[in-house]
């Protein structure tokens, strides 16, 4: 038995493998990760990491003796070269192969580059691996102002360390305003008004056109003459998923590895999961999606290891996202539109929900500071219960009979 062999070792790959064992699966697994060491989870990096409340021996998902004792081989510091299709063999940059049963495409994505000029240069940074993060650390001890290109969930995260530390902070965002593709308008308004309040500055509607140097990273140039003065320059403009492995093997690509309900490619002994796949969602309508988030790399890699495990079932997990921006926890769950109804929720104590409506029907909830609204939107959407705009409205209205009943 060749057994089954995982390109990736972060949060999907480290879970399809503990959730194989759960099953009862008791061939071999093997986790080609190309970063060293073992499996560890990338949240923290831009918030306790940053700040210091964890090290990276607190970032590993499991210690060492776990992957003893669960039969797991992770072959760290190893990159997938290509995938011999008809003879179920992937081949490595070393020149190695590995025979397969079935393999799992599990290889995340990568940062996307700021196409400008100066984007090489020292000073200028990103932030997706614990290398980047020590390195972005590090730098952040000796600068004196600091530039956070995209305000997205890395970017706000990081200016909002950046804000506890007492150090100069402008966020560069080409959109109107922060989250944009995330969450609502109103949603994003306090968001803003938190990170204002904390002494972080925005620049909304702005283009960079390239990094001032020579040497390294002084100023942020932006295309209307503007210059932001930074030492320190984080770009967090979203990702690229890590499929061109599948691409040369022949296998479909659409916004990542394409796969079925049950995450499988067209190749019956190949699957994917995690931030590399995307995959008919029946929280969208049935339309593709492709999911950056840990829920969806842990609950795609148990909805996997089921089905290898002779238990197949269609991946239909309500999925939800998180942030920590200093004082401030959003929590999201299910999936929103653009043109989704916003209705918003305010309840006596602190923090404020936003209820997402498409056509009348509950598509997805924001909530800032209000764990509990969040647990009972996974369990409503989960359930398919109807929720109406004026019922979410009202905060006298018991969202949480609803939900349980």
């Given at each position: ?28 697994v093997t986790l080609v990760g190309d970063e060293p060491g073992l499996p560890y989870g990338r949240p923290p990096l831009s918030k306790a ?227 590399c796949a995307s995959f008919p969602s029946p929280h969208a309508d049935g339309a593709r999606v492709r999911i950056e988030s840990v829920q ?110």
């Open positions: 038995m060749n057994g089954i062999v995982v390109v990736g070792a972060g949060q999907a790959g480290f879970q399809l493998g503990a959730s194989l064992r759960e099953n009862g699966y008791a061939g071999p990491y940053m700040l210091g409340k964890t090290d990276a021996a607190g970032l590993s998902l499991r210690p060492e003796a776990y992957f003893a004792e669960h039969r797991l081989s992770v072959r760290g510091g190893e990159r997938a070269a290509a995938i011999d299709r008809a003879g179920r063999r992937l081949l490595l940059a070393s020149g190695e192969t590995l025979p397969y049963d079935h393999l799992v495409l599990a290889a995340g994505a990568r940062n996307r580059p700021l196409p400008v000029p100066g984007a090489d240069l020292p000073g200028v940074h990103q932030l997706r691996t614990l290398a980047e993060a020590d390195a972005l650390k590090a730098a952040l001890a000796g600068a004196t102002s600091v530039a956070v290109v995209g305000a997205g969930f890395i970017g706000l995260e990081f200016a909002a360390v950046c804000a506890q530390a007492g150090m100069p902070v402008t966020v560069i965002e080409g959109l109107d305003r922060p989250l944009a593709r995330a969450v609502s308008a109103d949603m994003a308004a306090l968001i803003e008004a938190s990170h204002v309040a904390a002494g972080v500055r925005f620049l909304f509607g702005s283009a960079v056109s390239r990094i001032v140097g020579p040497e390294r990273a002084r100023a942020v140039a932006l295309a209307d003459g503007r210059e932001v003065a930074a030492d320190l320059v984080l770009v967090g403009i979203g990702v690229i998923p890590n499929d061109a492995l599948a691409a040369s093997a022949g296998l479909r690509v659409e916004n990542g590895v394409a796969v079925d309900a049950m995450l499988a490619t067209e190749d019956p002994a190949i699957s994917a999961i995690g931030d969806n790399a842990v609950d795609g890699a148990r909805c996997l290891a089921a089905r290898l495990a002779g238990r197949p079932a269609a991946f239909a997990a309500v999925p939800w996202f998180w942030s920590d921006q200093g004082p401030l926890k959003l929590q999201i769950a299910g999936l929103s539109g653009p043109q989704d109804q916003a209705v918003r929720r305010d309840a006596p104590g602190a923090g404020v929900s936003v209820f997402r409506y498409r056509d009348g029907r509950l598509a997805s909830v924001e909530s800032l500071n209000r764990p509990a609204d969040h647990m009972i939107a996974r369990r409503l959407l989960q359930a398919g219960r109807g929720l109406t705009p004026d019922q979410a409205a009202d905060p006298g209205f018991d969202l949480k009979a609803l939900a349980l009943g």
